[in-house]
């Protein structure tokens, strides 16, 4: 037996009566006549804590005085080693040697839009609601707030609270907004069961409707951000009046959007003044041109009218525009363009700014088309799903079809980016993150030293850092938004927008100009970093929060 515990020394814990007698106990169950013959000999054994408790050695001083020390640097500035507002981030492995065809959607990818875009869809959509939908004027006198939030919040249609929900569905319960004003959090907690939301009230999960058939509502693209400064002004204007038919509300509020982009009044003024709301840039034109020159096959495949996206494209790339393209769709009804496998293309004549009536059976280079769908486009090009690497800005309509059903690799354009890296770079951020990370092992040491000893002073100190936990995660949220944070973060966890670009996109960078940097040549290869999950080890060198990680092979 001696010998089997110097090979298996875990083996030494049972505990009884507070003393361990592993040796003693498990040779009493297996040789009694042995273990009663020599039983005043006594047994020196180890605690079963040296092997299992990490948190064995505490010390409340020293831990105290880890905490004081760590205050202290908390106030000092940090410099961060962060990331770069060029760089390209990583969700999963991308090979760019692989990739054959480079698709581009054409708002907010090929197109930067200024603020002056939305500040004009904000406009169109109020005069809708005023005029067709006999609103009250006095909502004229009020101006949006471009500030109060940020891309990513949920609506609930049935009451008009907006909300912040993470990647696990659940809401935060301090966002929860009513016009500007802040929900009184027991009403929150009344009105919403355990803070969480059931997955099937949740629209635009996938492919749902906009204010169709589902109680939530995903302020998910770049456009919506005009939508949710509309929703807080006509909830603000109708929030003391009582007995408000709220869903007749936001039910109008969403007709007024979808009838500014389907009416052409919206694009009608874009393209009278291209230069006012689209901003001009060489760099798309020497991308493309670096794309072609490289042997790529380049597509461009936009729910956009061919009349617009030209107008658009003669301002970013010039009048030659088309000639960098292998194919270019118009019209497309993404993300039904991706679903659908008989739907024919027609050609435009954007001379004559109307379609052509012969079947399309191949596809010239530097003309337009119309409608189609994806299954016929790699028919004809014999391209294959796989090939194809496809940027956009919307997850759902530009990416989630493609990532979900065809193989098709996914680029997300996500401006918001250049501002979020401005503030993680930031030393106040950089130092508030730090002593945030180590608050939190030491409320975890100190809660152990708790249980351990049951000092009432371990117990105290753990629920004051607790609080001072909740106050720097407040303090960091304030840095990117003061009423709702990070866009791709909700307190510690990732946010509901978060997860679905984590799902759907391969890479996500601010620009689709990023391409150009000097390391993304066409031998690249985008891996995401390995991060310790919650129940593994961090090892020298880990890095939980970064993803940015390339290689050339």
Request: charged share 25%.
């Amino acid at each position: 037996m001696a010998a089997f515990f110097a090979k298996y020394p875990a083996t030494r814990g049972v505990l009884r009566g507070g003393v361990t007698l592993a040796t003693r106990s498990l040779r009493s169950i297996l040789f009694p006549a042995a273990v009663a013959a020599s039983r005043p000999r006594r047994v020196h054994t180890t605690p079963l804590s040296a092997f299992a408790n990490p948190y064995n050695n505490l010390d409340l001083e020293n831990i105290e005085a880890q905490y004081s020390h760590l205050r202290e640097l908390s106030h000092s500035p940090a410099k961060a080693s962060g990331h770069q507002p060029w760089d390209i981030f990583v969700n999963n492995t991308l090979r760019l040697k692989e990739i054959e065809v480079y698709g581009f959607d054409y708002d907010y990818t090929l197109a930067e839009y200024n603020q002056a875009v939305l500040e004009l869809l904000y406009d169109e959509c109020l005069k809708y609601l005023i005029t067709e939908k006999k609103f009250p004027r006095a909502l004229k006198a009020m101006s949006a707030d471009w500030s109060f939030g940020c891309r990513g919040l949920h609506l609930d249609t049935s009451n008009g609270f907006l909300m912040k929900i993470d990647a696990y569905n659940r809401l935060q319960e301090e966002t929860v907004r009513c016009g500007h004003e802040l929900v009184p959090i027991k009403e929150v907690r009344k009105t919403y069961l355990n803070n969480h939301i059931p997955y099937n009230d949740i629209s635009n999960q996938y492919g749902k409707p906009r204010y169709g058939g589902t109680r939530f509502y995903h302020l998910h693209n770049l456009f919506s951000r005009a939508e949710l400064a509309l929703i807080v002004n006509v909830m603000e204007h109708f929030r003391g009046i009582r007995h408000c038919n709220v869903p007749s509300i936001i039910a109008d509020i969403g007709d007024a959007v979808s009838h500014v982009h389907l009416s052409g009044h919206f694009h009608k003024a874009i393209m009278k003044d291209i230069g006012k709301y689209v901003d001009k840039s060489t760099e798309i034109r020497q991308l493309l041109g670096v794309l072609q020159k490289a042997g790529k096959k380049l597509v461009m495949i936009t729910n956009s009218g061919s009349k617009f996206v030209n107008v658009g494209m003669q301002h970013i790339v010039g009048d030659d525009w088309q000639e960098f393209f292998d194919v270019i769709v118009t019209d497309a009804r993404k993300p039904d363009f991706y679903s659908q496998s008989d739907k024919p293309f027609r050609r435009w004549d954007v001379e004559k700014n109307a379609p052509h009536w012969e079947t399309v059976d191949m596809f010239e280079r530097a003309t337009v088309y119309q409608g189609g769908c994806l299954a016929k486009l790699l028919k004809l090009q014999n391209w294959k799903y796989w090939q194809i690497l496809y940027f956009g800005d919307d997850v759902y309509s530009d990416l989630a079809d493609p990532a979900l059903h065809s193989g098709i690799r996914t680029g997300c354009i996500t401006p918001e980016l250049k501002r979020e890296i401005a503030v993680c770079n930031s030393p106040d951020y950089v130092s508030k993150t730090q002593f945030l990370r180590d608050l939190e092992r030491l409320v975890e040491e100190m809660q152990a030293l708790y249980r351990e000893t049951r000092n009432p002073r371990a117990k105290e100190l753990s629920e004051k850092w607790t609080n001072e936990m909740t106050v720097t995660i407040e303090e960091l949220r304030a840095m990117f938004n003061s009423k709702y944070g990070s866009m791709f973060r909700v307190a510690q966890i990732p946010s509901f927008s978060y997860a679905r670009l984590a799902r759907f996109a391969d890479i996500y960078t601010a620009s689709i100009t990023n391409l150009l940097q000097p390391q993304y040549n066409p031998e690249h290869v985008f891996f995401p970093r390995r991060t310790p999950l919650p129940h593994e080890a961090q090892y020298r060198g880990m890095q939980v929060s970064s993803s940015k990680t390339s290689r050339t092979e």
